[in-house]
Each structure stands twice: as structure tokens, then as C-alpha cells.
């Protein structure tokens, strides 16, 4: 059994993330509107609405396909109508319309990974508020204690049982990831075999029952590059609903780079890398980066500092 070091409390290191493109600021959700059913009823009337077809939206590939109610009318099949929230700067509503039976291969039906790096800060807001949604209701339409059918209640911010009267709230699963370095400022990256060849990216995974986020840095750091981390801080967060997460950044430091080691199963190899090591494998196509829209890279870029955009350009994927 691995046994790690004392966890170091997170500080406010003042060196928070900032951008990043699922967390920008978006509209008021506007949470006192949800258990007013007539208020809901009157702001459908003039709302804009994302239409989401399983974990895909309506889109452009650079803006969100909003409709009115009218339009909504026309659709064919029965849906599920989300309440987003309010801009308050006009007051204009949002909501989503999910039809899981609407064919989500159509092209003009899009993922956020597709194209969520594309769109301003409010479509980003409302596409991830409303995939989140979508995914969890999907999959969630039978009661988990009686087992009977439940329905959207709260403008989509629960659903109700009304065989045993119980309520059902959107989950969301924390996750840390870690940028984990040494005392000479390089960062330890590494392979996982389900990734394409040459992805590297950070440590990460899910907190447990009974875990804080401070001991998951040093317990999923340990696991899998056997690396005993110190000094953790935190960093940012992001929604990432692929399904139904959220990642929670940190940074730490290790004084012992010897153990480093790939526990190989989650992770197959791993590598430090100082900011020319990394400039110079991004350059000649050695390694490939995480997409921009993920908080991964921004963790990376936010390390590398002046010159990531233009050192960085290209070698980005996501999983195979």
C-alpha cells in the first residue's frame, strides 16, 4: 500500500486560472423564477431557446441556434422545456428543449467539444448549463427508491416522484486535476492508453466518499505517477459535462522526482518537461496537448507563461 505525506491545507496562492472558456461569466440563473409556474409560463413566451438532441445542441460552428417558442411548437415529438435563466442586462429568458429522440447526428447538431471553444461568453454559459441538464435528466427518468417513471419539475432544476412524493436533483461528480511540479519549475505530464499517441496531459481524477479535494491531489498524484506531492494550491474550476463533472485545479509540488513512475494501467508513461523541453515537443510534433477548451491546457499554458499561445499553436487532441 502507497503511503503518502501529510497534505499541506490549499492557499490562496493569488495565481488563479483565469478564461477559462466553460466558467465565463453568463447569465443570472435567476433560481427564484423556478417554482413560479406562471412566471416560467409568461417568460416561454418570448424566450430564446437552445434545442439539445441527446449531448448535442443546435449550432453553428461558431454560434448557438436559438429559437423562439413558436418555432419550438413546430418541432415534432415531445420534449423536455429547461429554464436557463435571465439576462439581466435585458431581460431576456432562456430555456432548453430537449428531444432525446431528435437525430443527433444531423449536422447542424454540435458537442461542446466541437465547437464550445468557438462561442461568446454567454452561448458557452447556456450550452453547458443546458448539455448538463439534458445529460442528467436523460438519464435519469425512473424514480431511484420506488422505481417509477418521474417527471421535470422546477423549471428542470429537479424531478418528482409522485408515487412516493420524492425529489431528484442534478448530480454533478467532483474531479481534481493536478499540475504537479518540481522544485526547478518543470511539470510532470502523463499518457493514458485510451488517449491518441503522443497525448500527454495532467494527473486527474474523482474524489471519493469521505475525501477532500487537498487529499484526492495527493492520493490520484500518487496512484498514478508515485509521486508524493506537497505545497497543494488552488487553481480554477470548470463545468465539464462529459457527463456530469466538475474539475477542481490544483497545483503541488514534489521534493523527491525518483519515484516518479507510471503506474501502468491508468497511466502509461510520463514525462517532465521544462518550458523549452515543451516548446521544442509541441513544435516538432513529439507530444500532442489537450484541447484549449479543456482546463487541462489552460493549467498548462498558465505554467508556461508569456509566449504560450504563439510556443503552443497545434498539437492538440482529445481522446481516440
Request: proline content about 6%; some cysteine.
Amino acid at each position: 500500500m502507497l503511503v503518502v505525506s501529510p497534505i499541506m491545507s490549499a492557499t490562496e496562492s493569488g495565481n488563479h486560472i483565469r478564461n477559462l472558456i466553460l466558467a465565463r461569466p453568463s447569465i443570472d440563473r435567476a433560481s427564484e423564477v423556478r417554482a413560479d409556474p406562471e412566471k416560467l409560463a409568461e417568460l416561454w413566451k418570448s424566450a430564446r431557446i437552445v434545442i439539445l438532441a441527446g449531448d448535442k445542441f443546435q449550432s453553428s460552428s461558431d454560434a448557438l441556434t436559438l429559437m423562439s417558442s413558436i418555432e419550438i411548437d413546430k418541432l415534432q415529438g415531445a420534449g423536455e422545456k429547461y429554464f436557463l435563466g435571465i439576462d439581466r442586462s435585458d431581460g431576456q429568458s432562456y430555456f432548453a428543449w430537449h428531444l432525446p429522440a431528435l437525430d443527433s447526428e444531423n449536422p447542424q447538431f454540435h458537442t461542446l467539444r466541437e465547437v464550445g471553444a468557438n462561442l461568446s461568453d454567454l452561448e458557452a454559459g447556456l450550452a453547458v448549463h443546458a448539455v448538463a441538464l439534458g445529460n442528467w435528466h436523460r438519464v435519469h427518468p425512473m424514480c431511484s427508491r420506488c422505481g417509477a417513471p418521474t417527471r421535470v419539475d422546477l423549471g428542470g432544476a429537479v424531478r418528482i416522484c409522485d408515487v412516493d412524493q420524492s425529489q431528484h436533483h442534478p448530480r454533478t461528480d467532483p474531479a481534481v486535476i493536478v499540475l504537479v511540479k518540481d522544485h526547478d519549475d518543470r511539470i510532470l505530464l502523463g499518457h493514458q492508453p485510451i488517449w491518441p499517441e503522443k497525448r500527454f496531459s495532467n494527473f486527474a481524477g474523482f474524489v471519493e466518499p469521505g475525501e477532500s479535494f487537498e487529499q484526492c491531489v495527493v492520493r490520484e498524484v500518487a496512484e498514478e505517477s508515485g509521486v508524493v506531492v506537497h505545497s497543494v494550491s488552488y487553481l480554477g474550476s470548470q463545468p465539464w459535462p462529459f457527463p456530469a463533472s466538475i474539475m477542481i485545479a490544483f497545483e503541488a509540488v514534489t521534493s523527491d522526482v525518483s519515484t516518479a513512475k507510471a503506474d501502468g494501467v491508468e497511466i502509461t508513461e510520463i514525462r517532465w518537461f521544462s518550458r523549452e523541453d515543451m516548446k521544442r515537443a509541441v513544435e516538432t510534433e513529439e507530444i500532442l496537448l489537450p484541447p484549449r477548451i479543456s482546463v487541462a491546457r489552460r493549467m498548462i499554458e498558465h505554467w508556461y507563461g508569456p509566449g504560450a499561445l504563439e510556443d503552443l499553436q497545434g498539437g492538440e487532441s482529445w481522446r481516440a
